[in-house]
């Protein structure tokens, strides 16, 4: 097996090879090249003045400044073939008054000739009239050090060496430090007909010393004001300092603790940032988290082993505050009050993790659950290890498998809400914020595996959904269906072994819709029949469990069949004889399967459950039909996607959901509302967004301490420990994006293949995920891939002497890859370099964001800076999640914001989280209320009314006025929660008037059903939102019925189809 100091040293080759191939040189200093220097390098080359050749540079790179006119070196940085690069720093006057700048270039001179007459080049930018060189050396120009005095303020340009120019600007002193900003300009003209590689300069770079350490932090957070996140950001990353900038290039230096002053600082065209991965916290060894302890452990050792690490939290925690207070951890007067905040969470997080403790030593129901919870995660993780192994021998018993402290603290906080139904923690919305692969899935599948276990014990006959699991993005969705799968068949197989769960079968449905598996039972059986018989589905594709969760035997249409009988359903049977299920696995994939059996555990797309305003059947899983039990526990992944105008439409309809699992007073309030609890890695103002959404206060878990990644719970892992993932950027103005990403492409491939190492070094770095941030960019790259960058590795080869790599063709992850395909890609990318079937190049959109977690996978490129930081941090920890992994971003020098990320890559990456932008719902915002409150009004009145149910009761409405009123009431009383006296007025009105048309509808129509068969809407309460459209009207309005009613929440625009129509030409 391969150690972490071989991948690094792999890792670190790749980046030289990219290095060579973009900047060079590529062949040593004092190489020979024979290709024209302009076409061999793309990166850091300062081009030749010449004004026919540029084009207008944009505005702000960040530092603009009065001094920098069109003709300063700093804006030359930013044209389109620049003709200058720099960097900006501070300088600390007390510590010093000058400092040294050192500078390296180089110039390739043309030797020999190849031919007489034109250029073979023919580009016009370079095209000549004279003979074009045979071979062109590489001729190093360095000036070691010019001391520079950066107390006189003022602009100076001396020329150090001839064609190039330093100039250094330094401004006025403020505070006792002064900014100082270094750049190098090609002043060299070619004459006309002239080659301009000849007047080039290639490999700048320039260099900033101080003896002193007098170059210091250039930081400035500002007035913090009352958003809690930044004056977090501003405690946690206090020590995340900012050096300098780049002008056309990035800037790093070398950090020397946690000093404000360095001694260096230096411009880089290939910057790179190590980002350590955060490890668990350590807890003593007085504390056994070993499930297979707790699953049997009395009382009393529970008590003493679990308060020991409620203690050793409290000590932690009491600890960080005499640090605060004494000094010793350096936060200055200005942040202290953030920190006594933090201390103030945390200590309220160990008391609620003592509650918890208390309750399950003193409960008996409480404890047995908690008991037989531990002992079905230790049987899911034998399995799961057993099966991710490849299935051999015989499963482990798991005695070893344990919690990390933070799922198990997690766990336990949230224990007292989930057994009381009117717990004050009802009211909280538990966020559980841990960075990407730190194991946040398996802290709720322990409290998915608690939840049913105690309904079941309170009650062995105990009938309908316990847990719901809610997802927004499909891939995410089947990908942790598989993984919850294996849960309900660890509890299924604890049923069966213990006498007090009932004899019902632990069951889990998954409710994603018929764009990924069928709706009914008639359609699965047509679906099984199309497969069988060849046929490509694109949807209502019934097989999406393509391996046994419980044994890892492969699965395919044949071991999916539609039983017949009064009890008919979609069975999936294992194949494998000895296989614990191989009569059927206790999972439904089809609606109505689902609605009739009520799974304990149902995982499902938010947008699904706009269903609620059309189908009457959705009651189920609510026990609205009288039959069972209500949910008691909802569960939002990946919480910081709910934004935007999904999480707006979603925050409306949540209002029904609220309701349909509680118990509505006439007060319009809800008693016994589920308990909720999310998850990410990456959000900023969660509270606004929680409470918006789901009309609760928000608690993060763990609180945060006063360094990132440190909260007891976490800590940040050496890299001897863990590996690290190195960020790299690449930026090159002078030539395509595309041309680029082929050539970035190229060298990391080509050198994944050609560099020495076993092939447990080489495996994490044998695929390439390509990120893109739209699929236009995205099947642009795809036709690339197949043509430019396989022709790019037979020129990278043959410079090498080496042999070309073999590419397959590139695999997709995107969301116009059929849903039955999406299992088979995933389980293709855990093959490793060793089986021969390893992919190449995978090529994927933000479908990636979220859910794949494959521990191979170690290599990335990053096709333009992405929207946000929220989906950068998601996208790029699909990689280096178990080895040393490498992103390269591959920014776009045509836009302003890439080119921003790129002169500030070090800043920005080595506090990437400092960086997530805020996120937003805003449910009862008028254009939300169009689209989504009659529906949300119906939904209400479907759930929560008996009389109102059936799909031809809409007309009952004048009849049941009384109780939609309520309804309207409850809704009313939501937006006061949630949003502005303003908008709760409005909300009001609108109510006001729904239920004015639909009252009125209902006694002049009394026919009228919510939605007729057919496409004949003209005596119904609801129309598809797709088909608003008319001939006569524009568009439906609310005012009138039918209402335009979204069927998906992810529906929130309407659709329009372009038709594209061919002119025949009449011959004359």
């Known amino acids: 097996m391969a150690n972490l100091a071989e991948q690094y040293g792999f890792r670190d080759e790749i980046v030289e090879e990219l290095i060579k191939d973009l900047v060079g040189p590529a062949e040593g200093p004092d190489e020979v090249i024979t290709d024209l220097p302009l076409d061999r390098y793309i990166a850091g080359v300062l081009w030749p003045a010449d004004d026919q050749l540029q084009e207008a540079a944009e505005p702000d790179s960040g530092e603009a400044e009065e001094n920098d006119s069109e003709d300063s070196p700093i804006s030359q940085a930013l044209m389109r073939y620049p003709t200058s690069m720099g960097i900006t720093f501070s300088v600390d006057l007390e510590k010093a008054k000058s400092v040294q700048i050192a500078i390296t270039a180089a110039k390739y001179v043309p030797s020999g000739t190849k031919s007489n007459g034109e250029s073979s080049d023919q580009r016009p930018s370079r095209r000549s009239q ?5 071979s062109w050396v590489r001729n190093q120009q360095v000036v070691d050090a010019i001391d520079w005095d950066v107390a006189t303020p003022g602009a100076k340009k001396v020329d150090v060496v001839p064609g190039l120019q330093l100039y250094v600007y330094t401004r006025v002193p403020t505070n006792g430090r002064v900014a100082v900003s270094v750049a190098l300009r090609n002043t060299q003209v070619p004459a006309k007909g002239e080659l301009r590689d000849a007047f080039a300069w290639f490999q700048v770079g320039v260099e900033v010393r101080s003896a002193e350490h007098a170059i210091v932090d250039r930081t400035s957070y500002g007035v913090l004001g009352k958003d809690s996140d930044l004056r977090s950001a501003a405690l946690l990353y206090r020590n995340a300092r900012v050096f300098a900038i780049g002008h056309g290039c990035a800037a790093t ?73 004494s000094g010793e951890a350096d936060v200055e007067d200005g942040l202290k009050g953030v920190a006594e905040e933090h201390v103030v969470r945390a200590r309220r997080a160990a008391e609620r993790m003592q509650n918890g403790i208390d309750l399950i030593v003193t409960d008996p129901v409480a404890g047995r659950a908690f008991r037989l919870a531990n002992a079905a995660m230790q049987m899911q993780r034998a399995r799961q290890d057993w099966v991710r192994g490849g299935a051999v021998g015989t499963v482990g018993d798991g005695a070893g498998q344990g919690w990390r402290p933070f799922q198990i603290a997690y766990i336990l906080l949230n224990l007292p809400g989930l057994t009381d139904a009117d717990h004050e923690d009802r009211n909280i919305a ?106 490509e589905l694109n949807d209502k594709n019934p097989v999406q469990l393509t391996q046994c969760p419980w044994c890892g035997q492969d699965l395919n249409e044949t071991h999916y069949s539609v039983t017949k009988g009064p009890e008919e359903r979609l069975k999936i049977a294992c194949g494998n004889s000895s296989c614990d299920f191989r009569d059927g696995l206790p999972a439904y994939l089809v609606d109505q399967d689902i609605y009739r059996i009520r799974p304990e555990l149902v995982l499902g797309t938010v947008d699904k459950f706009a269903q ?120 090159a103005p002078g030539t395509s994006h595309a041309t680029l990403m082929v050539r970035v492409y190229a060298a990391i491939l080509q050198a994944a293949h050609d560099l020495s190492g076993s092939p447990e070094t080489r495996d994490p770095y044998w695929t390439l995920l390509g990120y893109f941030n739209s699929l236009r960019v995205l099947g642009s790259a795809n036709l690339q891939v197949e043509g430019d960058v396989r022709d790019r590795l037979q020129l990278v080869a043959r410079r090498k002497q080496a042999s070309p790599r073999d590419l397959r063709p590139p695999v997709e992850l995107t969301s116009r890859v059929p849903s039955a395909e999406i299992p088979r890609t995933l389980k293709s990318l855990e093959k490793d370099v060793s089986s021969g079937w390893a992919n190449d ?36 920890s699909r990689v280096g999640r178990r080895y040393p992994g490498l992103v390269v971003t591959i920014f776009n020098a045509a836009r302003s914001r890439d080119r921003s990320h790129y002169e500030n890559f070090v800043p920005y990456h080595q506090a990437l989280y400092r960086a997530v932008e805020a996120t937003s719902a805003t449910p009862f915002a008028a254009r939300a209320r169009d689209r989504a409150l009659h529906g949300v009004l119906v939904s209400l009145a479907r759930l929560m009314v008996n009389d109102l149910a059936a799909n031809e009761s809409a007309h009952k409405a004048s009849v049941r006025y009384d109780e939609i009123t309520q309804l309207a009431e409850f809704l009313e009383q939501r937006a006061q929660d949630v949003t502005d006296p303003e908008e709760a007025e409005d909300t009001k009105n609108q109510l006001g008037e729904l239920l ?30 797709d088909v608003a459209l008319t001939k006569d009207d524009i568009e439906y309005s609310t005012r009138e019925t039918p209402w335009p009613t979204l069927q998906s929440m992810r529906d929130v625009d309407a659709e329009s189809t372009l038709f594209r129509i061919s002119e025949r030409k009449v011959p004359r």
């Open 130 to 134: 004279k003979a074009k060189p045979d």
């Open 253 to 325: 230096w070398d950090r020397e603790g946690t000093s404000a002053h360095i001694g260096r600082v230096a411009s880089t065209f290939v910057p790179r940032q190590e980002v350590a991965r955060a490890k668990p916290g350590g807890v003593s060894g007085d504390v056994d988290l070993r499930m297979s302890f707790l699953a049997n452990a009395t009382d009393e050792e529970l008590a003493a082993n679990l308060g020991q690490l409620v203690t050793e939290y409290r000590c932690w925690v009491d600890g960080l505050n005499e640090s605060v207070q």
């Open 430 to 535: 538990d966020l559980l914020w841990f960075p990407t692969g730190g194991g946040k899935t398996e802290a709720y599948l322990g409290l998915v595996a608690f939840t049913i276990i105690h309904r079941r014990l309170k009650d062995p006959e105990a009938l309908g959904v316990a847990v719901i699991m809610r997802y927004t993005l499909r891939l995410l969705t089947i990908q942790q269906f598989e993984r919850a799968t294996m849960l309900l068949c660890s509890l299924e197989r604890l049923r069966q072994r213990e006498n007090d769960l009932g004899d019902r079968a632990f069951s889990i449905g998954l409710w994603v819709g018929q764009g990924a598996t069928p709706n009914t039972l008639v359609e699965a059986r047509k679906s099984l029949r199309d497969i069988a018989d060849g046929k």
């Open 612 to 731: 609620m305003a059309w189908n009457e059947k959705v009651r189920n899983l609510f026990a609205r039909d009288g039959i069972g039990t209500p949910p008691s526990l909802i569960i939002q992944d990946e919480l910081h996607l709910i934004s935007g105008p999904l999480g707006s439409i979603v925050g409306l309809y949540e209002a029904a959901i609220d309701a349909a699992c509680g118990r509505l007073t006439s007060e319009g309030l809800i008693k016994g509302r589920p308990k909720v609890i999310a998850s990410t890695a990456t959000i900023r103002r969660a509270d606004r967004q929680i409470l918006a959404v789901f009309n609760r206060r928000a608690e993060q878990f763990p609180p945060p301490g006063i360094d990132p990644d440190q909260s007891f719970f976490a800590e940040p892992a050496s890299r001897d420990e863990e590996g690290t993932r190195e960020y790299v950027g690449v930026m």
């Open 841 to 876: 190049v995978v090529l994927a959109t933000n479908m990636i964001s979220v859910g794949v977690d494959i521990d191979r996978l170690g290599l990335m490129a990053v096709m333009g800076q992405p929207q946000s930081s929220a989906e950068y941090i998601q996208a790029t």
């Open 996 to 1025: 004015t048309v639909w009252a009125e509808a209902a006694e002049s129509r009394p026919d009228m059903q919510y939605r007729n068969s057919g496409n004949d809407y003209d005596d119904s309460l609801l129309v598809p939102s």
